[in-house]
């Protein structure tokens, strides 16, 4: 049987959000979890064919002006409609690193994925506030319960 994919498109422009991203795919990759293969994209990298083999998708944003970032905007605004018809169902998991709020990248980001009728397999991940390490094991966690998710078949 072929492996099933999880698909990472994560917007890392700081050193902090690099470590949540790493942790992501640290947790995802987890050893004990099998025929997982994890593909981590950057949203400028990511285009319509990595989500139409995806079995899942983690999405990764920092907050920014009360938005998600733009480089995760230009993936949804390239995606839209060529996965529209096609990737209805699709389970995700969203995390969003926010200095102080966050409210509004994931009411966006839960606009466009409603629209794409994709599946929330989790409720978003906000690390808000001042910078904490905890932020990291929590995405290491989201990681390994996405990845945990398709091996058992769930999602
Ligand atoms: C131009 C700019 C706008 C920002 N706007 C917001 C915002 O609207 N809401 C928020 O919670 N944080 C905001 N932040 C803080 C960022 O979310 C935070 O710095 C970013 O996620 C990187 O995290 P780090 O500083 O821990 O590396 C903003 C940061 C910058 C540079």
């Not at 995806?54 to 605004?77: H, I, R």
């Not at 994709?118 to 409720?123: F, G």
Request: proline share 6%.
């Amino acid at each position: 049987m072929s492996a099933k994919r999880l698909l990472v498109v994560a917007h890392a422009p700081s050193d902090n959000t690099r470590r949540m991203l790493d942790a992501v795919i640290e947790g995802a990759s987890a050893p004990d979890i099998e025929g997982i293969e994890v593909q981590a994209l950057s949203p400028f990298e990511a285009n319509p064919e990595h989500v139409l083999v995806a079995s899942a998708v983690v999405l990764g944003t920092p907050e920014n002006l009360g938005y998600m970032s733009g480089a995760l905007k230009d993936f949804f605004d390239r995606i839209y409609y060529p996965c529209l018809e096609r990737t209805q169902g699709l389970a995700y998991a969203l995390y969003v690193r926010a200095g102080h709020d966050g409210t509004g990248t994931r009411r966006a980001v839960e606009s466009i994925t409603t629209g794409l009728r994709w599946r929330p397999a989790q409720p978003p991940l906000i690390c808000r506030g001042p910078w904490q390490d905890a932020f990291v094991d929590q995405c290491r966690e989201l990681g390994t319960l996405m990845a945990a998710g398709l091996e058992a078949g769930v999602f």
